[in-house]
């Protein structure tokens, strides 16, 4: 099915335009996966070949489903479920911008090489 922006994320009664706007207070891995998670979605959706991110999305996909982002915000710095947050956002964000997988689109880069008079 489709997911739009008012679809509930997951288990933090919010929607996914909430949760991706929501700062990650106190470091809340929830909240910083988010992000990494509805960017890689949207260029999954976008056509971007999710071959090299997919394990990761499955992954954070399985997280959601099963904690809250308040379960989530309560774990400390060191914690191993909270580092796993942590490195599943670090994964998403090498393969968003295009460090690993399809890479990036050149087009940005050339719309920002233009000058306009």
């Known amino acids: 099915s489709i997911i739009g922006e008012d ?3 997951f288990l933090s009664g919010k929607s996914y335009y909430q949760v991706f706007w929501t700062p990650p207070k106190r470091g ?3 909240y910083i996966l988010s992000r990494a998670y509805i960017a890689a979605d949207l260029n999954f959706w976008n056509g971007a070949d999710p071959s ?3 394990e990761a999305f499955d992954e954070a ?5 099963t904690y809250t982002p308040e ?3 309560e774990l400390k710095g060191g914690n191993s479920l909270r580092q796993q947050f942590i490195a599943l956002k670090n994964l998403l964000d090498q393969y968003n911008n295009g460090f690993i997988g399809p890479g990036n689109c050149n087009s940005i ?3 920002r ?3 306009i008079n």
């Not at 996909?61 to 489903?65: C, P």
């Open 7 to 9: 679809s509930t994320f």
């Open 71 to 73: 379960e989530i915000g």
């Open 61 to 65: 996909t399985t997280l959601f489903d």
């Open 52 to 54: 090299e991110a997919q």
């Open 28 to 30: 809340n891995a929830c």
């Open 113 to 115: 090489s233009v000058k």
């Open 109 to 111: 880069y050339e719309a």
